[in-house]
């Protein structure tokens, strides 16, 4: 130990001394910025996220006020563990029999898609991470509404994120409806 001021001061003098108490400085410097800096940062969560869509398309409108059915447009919800984006022909099946004289901007949009035959890209609202695996037609074929998991649609003017899908979550509803909760039940 070297002499500073007078007391006996506990500065290393060898260099590997001098290495380990920077590395020490150094990682209690990047550990304390790494706290600050998610303390302060906004949440990294998507709750109410509402991208921006090709089409202003309502759910409050198609399956609120017209009380038109979830798995009516996303038909793969009760085959497939995917629930879908409806397809064009879809929205055309009702679209083509509502007889207005000016049908409005967005169903021009779906129809004169549907006439390209482009498909309508949409921005995925809800997506869980690569490791985790939802089956839709699993959770249909145990009556768990679309509301319990994507929140009250039927009201949505513009689709939105309302729930953040932590495994929290999933695992309480698993344990409230006696679901399996062992890992490998939904991460792969």
């Known amino acids: 130990m070297a002499k500073l001021g007078g007391y006996d001061s506990y500065v290393p003098t060898s260099p590997m001394g001098k290495f380990a108490v920077t590395g020490v400085a150094m990682g209690g410097i990047g550990g304390l910025a790494f706290i600050v800096f998610f303390y302060f940062a906004p949440a990294y969560s998507f709750s109410e996220w509402a991208p921006e869509q090709p089409v202003a398309f309502s759910h409050k409108l198609h399956a609120g006020d017209n009380r038109i059915d979830c798995q009516y447009c996303h038909t793969y919800a009760r085959k497939s ?108």
């Open 81 to 188: 563990e995917m629930a879908g984006v409806p397809s064009l022909s879809t929205c055309i099946n009702c679209h083509r029999n509502i007889k207005t004289d000016d049908p409005g901007p967005e169903v021009q949009k779906v129809m004169d898609a549907f006439e390209a035959q482009t498909p309508i890209e949409w921005i995925r609202v809800y997506d869980l991470p690569d490791h985790v695996w939802f089956n839709h037609k699993r959770h249909i074929a145990k009556d768990i509404t679309c509301q319990k998991c994507h929140g009250q649609v039927q009201e949505y003017v513009v689709q939105k994120k309302v729930i953040d899908h932590k495994m929290g979550i999933c695992l309480n509803c698993h344990q409230e409806n006696d679901a399996p909760t062992d890992c490998w039940t939904c991460h792969t």
